[in-house]
């Protein structure tokens, strides 16, 4: 065999610039990617890697940008897909959470599970997320499994649990029982589609959990080599309610039961004072940071927020875009350019997260908050092929002069084009290969109606429809 020969590969993905996101952080125009079965073979200039291989197909060309997939750190894929808007705008913490949301939740079958996954799923794809967290939410976890199987994304999944009130009556479990719950969990979900969907220790956070579950979900996340997530501190409750039970802020307790760490990922952490931002960074914990709740909920996140000095103190911080009536798209491509704007308005300082550090966390952050960075977040050999194309031929991407700038402050999640994971194309010219989109639409219309009357939640819409 001639050693000059081409390299027979499965795929040559090809871009005016390819954004690596590699340790240098280079973009390459006129670049290339290899791909072979599921894995980058190599990146680099276009015409080196033709010269080089011998693909079976090349995709892309001069009009697309090439980025890895994003990752999305915190993302309710039931509850919420399927009764996206239904809860007014305009209701408080409390209500919002107890009144509204959990109630909805646990009126949700199982096949309605199933499609809310496949819409979020499909929501995600399309505007080139490939990798996410699930929140927990999930009740039917064989169902939804099954049905982002077929998506074809790549995401770390759970039912939550917690062990003291209040809860809705489909959720109540003792401590044993909740503990049982997560054992089970990840031994019968370690691994789907060759890893692409797998189980984590999830709970729901804030002031549900008694020390002995916080302990237990923490050591399952040790002894199975995964991670654990949860909620924290969004809005005052959580602190006001650690103070009076142990006399500690939330994360203070947390440290001091062993619960901080590398393998932690903890939603929001909005309302923190200075010890536990040092706590964070001290123990290696990751932030998803949620802007769009944030603006919705009303948290005051560009009041009292520290997400800054996080990541001035080297705390890892990713982006997440929560439950569908907290932030009612699934977009990060929108939520990173709240990212990188509102603290610079909030401390009147443009140094305050610039598009590149904005789409640090969105790809490489998430990446290691999910503990995939040798697996996914950027183009560089050895990774998984999680690959988006964007299309520079719309209005928002054009003149393209700066492509960062333009990736994070001008496109969203409509310009992508093709997507891969796993080296294979799940999304093609804007729409999802794996699935019948027509029925997917219909199934969530006719899901989510059934739903919200199941529920006995009133329809609160304000203007006079008739
Ligand atoms: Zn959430």
Not at 70 to 93: K, Q, S
Not at 189 to 212: E, F, K, M
Not at 313 to 336: H, K, P
Request: charged content about 25%; some cysteine.
């Amino acid at each position: 065999m001639n050693a000059l020969a081409p390299r027979a590969i499965d795929l040559l993905i090809e871009g005016c610039q390819v954004v690596t996101m590699n340790e240098t952080r280079d973009i390459i125009r006129n670049g290339a990617v290899a791909v072979d079965g599921n894995t980058i073979l190599d990146v680099g200039k276009a015409a080196d890697l033709r010269a080089r291989y011998a693909p079976r197909r090349t995709i892309g060309g001069d009009r697309f940008v090439v980025t890895p997939g994003m990752v999305n750190t915190h993302i309710h894929i039931t509850g919420e897909p399927l009764t996206r808007g239904y809860v007014p705008d305009d209701t408080p913490f409390i209500e919002n959470v107890f009144e509204w949301l959990t109630p909805l939740y646990s009126v949700f079958r199982a096949d309605e599970e199933r499609t809310s996954g496949q819409l979020a799923a499909v929501e995600m794809l399309r505007s080139g997320t490939t990798t996410f967290l699930e929140a927990g939410t999930i009740r039917f976890l064989d169902e939804v499994i099954d049905g982002l199987v077929e998506v074809g994304i790549r995401g770390r999944v759970g039912r939550w649990v917690w062990d003291l009130p209040p809860e809705p009556s489909v959720y109540r479990q003792s401590t044993d029982q909740a503990i049982a719950h997560l054992e089970r969990q990840l031994d019968e979900h370690a691994s789907h589609a060759d890893g692409r969907i797998a189980a984590w220790s999830i709970l729901v956070g804030h002031n549900t959990c008694s020390d002995p579950l916080w302990r237990a979900a923490k050591a399952l996340a040790d002894e199975r080599g995964v991670g654990l997530s949860f909620h924290m501190s969004p809005a005052m409750l959580d602190p006001e309610s650690f103070i009076a039970e142990f006399g500690q802020r939330p994360f203070v307790h947390l440290a001091e039961i062993g619960v901080l760490d590398k393998n932690v990922a903890v939603t929001h952490a909005v309302r923190i004072d200075d010890t536990e931002l040092q706590l964070l960074a001290d123990t290696g914990t990751s932030v998803a940071h949620c802007p769009t709740t944030a603006l919705k909920v009303s948290y005051g996140i560009t009041q009292v927020g520290k997400f800054p000095e996080m990541v001035q103190r080297g705390v890892n911080v990713s982006i997440g875009t929560d439950g569908n009536n907290a932030s009612n798209y699934s977009d990060l491509m929108r939520a990173t350019y709240l990212v990188a704007g509102l603290f610079k308005d909030a401390r009147t300082d443009p140094q305050m997260f610039p598009a590149e550090k904005a789409y640090e966390m969105a790809t490489l952050g998430g990446a290691r908050t999910m503990l995939m960075q040798d697996e996914v977040g950027a183009l560089v050999p050895g990774l998984k092929a999680d690959i988006v194309l964007h299309d520079t031929d719309r209005p928002e991407w054009r003149p393209l002069l700066n492509v960062m700038n333009q990736l994070v402050w001008s496109a969203d999640g409509r310009g992508v084009h093709t997507v891969l994971v796993d080296g294979k194309v799940v999304v093609e010219d804007g729409h999802c290969t794996t699935i019948d989109e027509e029925r997917l639409w219909a199934d969530s219309q006719r899901m989510g109606e059934a739903i919200t009357a199941r529920s006995g939640l009133p329809d609160k819409a304000k203007f006079p429809i008739w």
